[in-house]
């Protein structure tokens, strides 16, 4: 059996209910890694993401580090608040858990995973840091990369927009641009029929009846959820039949609170449904006409957009950041809005509605210009691409180090005992004296001096 090396790939999270696009990617993400890497996910507690990740047969650690969120909205202080982090006591445990590992890489996951990627340098082990979010442009954002850069020995961007933060000759000599893919047996294009079907009957909701639905892990400002009840509000008077979902966790009651408020002070209320969280999305793809995708800031890339293509259904949203990128490629930029604006998010809906078997057909023929820029077999190119290089121009990180069932079982005690031992010290009689007993002769082996003695007594007779 070939020894691959290992790989540690550090999760920044792990929802206990729910699976966030980040989480989805990386877990994907191992899946493709398996060929070239005994891969290891270390993620910070139980949840989703290890649930799931066991059952593709991936080997779950759970070690918890702080998390450096100013390098996603860096300011002045970036850089000391990174020397605080590194001079703490969890650093310096997180250093000595991972040199227990023994890893080949380290991979560290969105960019405020700050410490494994600065732990992996100071013990000289390459780290691959995969990005997943746009790094905030707020006049700071050349200190992130500038802090990314330095702790990195090679950067996974998800896209061309996070990639943008990055200065030109970083990019060409230690970056890979690689947007999210999916498993072609997850999809069951077959079943989407009776998906459909069970979740509007669940919800109480004619198959006639046009429903627009926003999906997102939480339900926070910054996914733009009031815009898109504004732009679902401008929409029910001309639209009476229209049914308008939210998918998401709550996380900010008032928040939660203000956008329930919005719709009953219109007495709207009927017209939409809150479904919180749901352990099956891909049904609820299913059900929806339209997908809206109202993100207020600019996205990494815009992972439920290429979800809802891929599912045969048109997209809306604000075109900012990877947003953009999804869906020119997958051509429909016509369905891109001004970012900001939801009486432009509700105009892009509007062109849908008027044409409900033309915006059928025009989902499926995003779907397959989807499946050509991002699909599997692309993916497997770009990851293909991005290793042969690393074997080229490092081929130490393939050079597995053969390691003994101890090694693995229990490395820090094993090596504890052999420092005690170097410290042992050096004993001249390390056999004590015996008697002999009756009966019985012992024979001891005489010692250098007794047997020059005895030689000079043979040769003075």
Partial sequence: MTLKPKMLIFSHVSNPSSITGAEKLLLFFCGQMAPYFDCVLVAPNEG????????????????????????????????????KLLSAPAFRALMKWI?????????????????PAAAGKRLGIPVVWQLTEKITENGNAHLSASLIHQYSSWIISISESVAESFPPEVRQSKMTILPPSWSEADMQPEAWPAWRASYRENLGIASNRPLIGMISSFLIESKGVHHFIDMALSLKDAYPDAIFLIVGSVLDADYERLCRDRIAWSGAQHRFIFAGTQDDITQVYCALDVVVVPSLIPEGFGLTALEGLLYGKPVAAYASGGLQEVLTSAGCPHLLAEPGNPASLAEKVRFILDQPDQGAALGMLNRVQAQAVFGPGTYQVRVNGMVSRWMNEYPGWFQAKARSVKD????????KLRRRS???????????RTRRTEGRSTRRRASKLRQ????ARRRRA
Avoid at 73 to 79: F, G, I, R, V, Y
Avoid at 99 to 115: G, K, W
Avoid at 408 to 415: E, G, Q
Avoid at 422 to 432: A, D, I, N
């Fill in 48 to 83: 989703r993401l290890t649930l799931l990740a066991r059952q593709s047969g991936i080997v779950v650690k759970i070690y918890k580090t702080p998390l450096l969120y100013s390098i996603y909205t860096p300011d002045s202080h970036l850089m000391n608040e990174a020397d």
């Fill in 99 to 115: 040199a227990s590992e023994r890893p080949q890489v380290i991979l560290t996951n969105t960019c405020v995973h700050f410490m």
């Fill in 408 to 415: 693995r079982a229990a490395p820090a005690r094993r090596h």
């Fill in 422 to 432: 170097r410290k042992k010290p050096r004993l001249f009689f390390t056999r004590p």
């Fill in 452 to 455: 020059r003695r005895t030689s």
